[in-house]
């Protein structure tokens, strides 16, 4: 029982992180924002917890465990003289805001156990491999897709999506699709929908 006068700590409180990020990589995340239409802290929150997550992500950070971790269902072995993850960046490089909840924190305090870094820098490690991974990338695309569109655009994009591809050497994604709806200036007042069926529409048109 706590005494009296003691604050108790909520058990959703978020943990602030304001990781360092190469500027490269906040560009990135900035353009996932603006087409998405959602805070910049929303995607680093989505793309950092997705591959921490991600086993192809955490085999490539294996290499620098210095000591054994189970991440998921996946014990990692240690090495103590493990190479060294680089701890500073030595790039041009601007701070992010995340908030975490409590749970999803200590994810990424287990993964910062294992490189022995803090919370924080590991966060920016995984946005800068998050930046480069299609799948982190398409589902959260593809997350505020879904939030925003009814299932039939849904099933037109896919439409789209597909046509694309079948006649396109490179494998384009639903973050090639919402660039190629939203635009390099989205309008503040314009929903993503009414873009979508605006986009959907030309489509028809010229069928």
Not at 6 to 33: F, G, N, T, Y
Not at 192 to 202: C, I, P, S, T
Request: glycine letters at 6%; one cysteine or more; aromatic letters at 6%.
């Amino acid at each position: 029982m706590s005494g009296a006068g003691e604050k108790r700590e909520r058990s959703d409180k978020k943990r602030q992180v304001k990781p360092l990020i190469p500027l490269d990589v906040k560009e990135a995340i900035h353009r996932i924002s603006h087409i998405t239409n959602t805070p910049i802290k929303d995607v680093c929150e989505f793309l950092a917890l997705f591959v921490v997550q991600d086993n192809e992500t955490l085999n490539k950070l294996s290499k620098y465990f210095k000591r054994g971790v189970v991440l998921g269902n996946t014990y990692y072995n240690g090495n103590i003289d493990a190479e060294t993850i680089e701890k500073r960046l030595q790039v041009p490089s601007e701070l992010v805001n995340i908030k975490f909840k409590r749970d999803d924190y200590e994810h990424i305090a287990n993964l910062a156990y294992a490189l022995d870094c803090t919370p924080t820098r590991t966060t920016g490690i995984l946005l800068e491999h998050a930046a480069r991974n299609v799948k982190a990338v398409n589902g959260y695309v593809y997350q505020n897709l879904v939030s925003g569109l009814t299932d039939g655009q849904m099933r037109e994009l896919r439409k789209v999506l597909t046509y694309i591809n079948r006649h396109n050497d490179d494998r384009s994604s639903w973050m090639t699709i919402l660039s190629m709806i939203v635009g390099d200036v989205r309008p503040a007042t314009r929903k993503l929908r009414e873009l979508v069926e605006e986009f959907l529409g030309k489509g028809n048109k010229n069928q």
